[in-house]
């Protein structure tokens, strides 16, 4: 069984940045298919970013050109970059790999 474990979030301006990171200390991220996704208050879970298992990366169209999702050169961490933050990127934060899920990284944007 995979663990996941999220952070890097936080309280951050409109406007800013944030990093996540997911560390997986026994896996590697690498030739397998990951995913972050987030959950809004009140909506369902919906997929932000994704790296598939060729190397192809995707965004969702709210995110695209301002989340980047990349993984370090050792393949046990997977990051989101997230630029230009809106108000409503605010959501809890979820790495997803081998059907296993992280616990969630609170994002919060606001002035």
């Known amino acids: 069984q995979v663990q996941l474990v999220e952070s890097g979030g936080g309280l951050v301006q409109p406007g800013g940045s944030l990093r996540l990171s997911c560390a997986a200390p026994e896996f590697t991220f690498a030739n397998n298919g990951v995913r972050w996704y987030r959950q809004l208050p009140g909506k369902e879970r919906g997929w932000v970013a994704r790296i598939s298992r060729n190397g192809r990366v995707d965004y969702a169209p709210l995110v695209k050109d301002r989340f980047a999702i990349s993984t370090d050169e050792g393949g046990s961490t997977l990051y989101l970059q997230m630029n230009k933050l809106r108000p409503e990127d605010s959501a809890v934060y979820y790495c997803?790999?081998?059907?296993?899920w992280g616990q969630g990284t609170q994002v919060t944007i606001a002035s």
């Open positions: 997803y790999a081998c059907e296993q």
